[in-house]
């Protein structure tokens, strides 16, 4: 049956009625919900005040934590330079060593460092190697037991405990240490897993 041209005109303005009552409906929609957005917006500026001293109150805690860090980092450098830095060993074993420079060393860790950060590596590291230069191999071993704990990737920990061990071998008797590591049961002293 041929479509004449009323029947077609019809039809087309049909549809545009309803392609516009769908796009009035849908900005009705957005309007509505833009209604409920700038209603949340108006909201959210009467505690403007609340969030904005929330987000002071984060940033300056953010910036004590990064004074707080760069305080240890110094105190750490330092703490080196006076374990004998990368020569340390060679510092550490030789017995005409400067026994001040030592003390220096241990209340920078020890009573610095560790006080406003309990949980460094490298702090818990130096201390060790600080027990290892005086001698007391068990004070060093739970030391770099504990900086293995708390970082079980650090190599430079796990390097200073096997020294460590290996002297306390050396004297008959094995510096005790189970560094106890996330996902692993407890270690026997070596990376690996085992005491081989």
């Not at 029947?7 to 516009?20: A, D, F, L, P």
């Not at 330079?81 to 020569?87: A, I, K, P, S, V």
């Not at 060093?140 to 079980?152: F, G, T, W």
Request: include cysteine; aromatic fraction near 6%.
């Amino acid at each position: 049956m041929p479509c004449d041209r009323r029947t077609t005109s019809t039809v087309e303005t049909m549809m545009n009625r309803e392609k516009t009552e769908l796009v009035l409906g849908a900005f009705g929609a957005v309007f509505g919900l833009a209604g409920v957005v700038m209603g949340l917006l108006g909201y959210s500026q009467a505690n403007r005040s609340l969030v904005l001293a929330r987000t002071s109150e984060r940033r300056a805690l953010d910036a004590e934590r990064t004074a707080r860090r760069l305080e240890v980092n110094q105190l750490l450098a330092e703490a080196w330079d006076f374990l004998g830095g990368e020569t340390g060993t060679t510092f550490i074993l030789n017995p005409n060593r400067d026994e001040r420079r030592l003390e220096l060393a241990r209340r920078l860790i020890q009573d610095q460092a560790l006080v406003l950060e309990p949980e460094n590596v490298k702090a818990h590291r130096y201390l060790g190697v600080y027990l290892y230069a005086k001698g007391d191999l068990e004070g060093a071993s739970k030391e770099l037991c504990r900086a293995i704990e708390l970082d079980p990737t650090d190599c430079d920990s796990w390097w200073d405990l096997d020294r460590v061990q290996v002297e306390a071998d050396g004297a008959a008797k094995r510096a005790p240490c189970t560094p106890t590591l996330p996902n692993q049961a407890t270690v026997a002293g070596t990376p690996s897993g085992g005491g081989e």
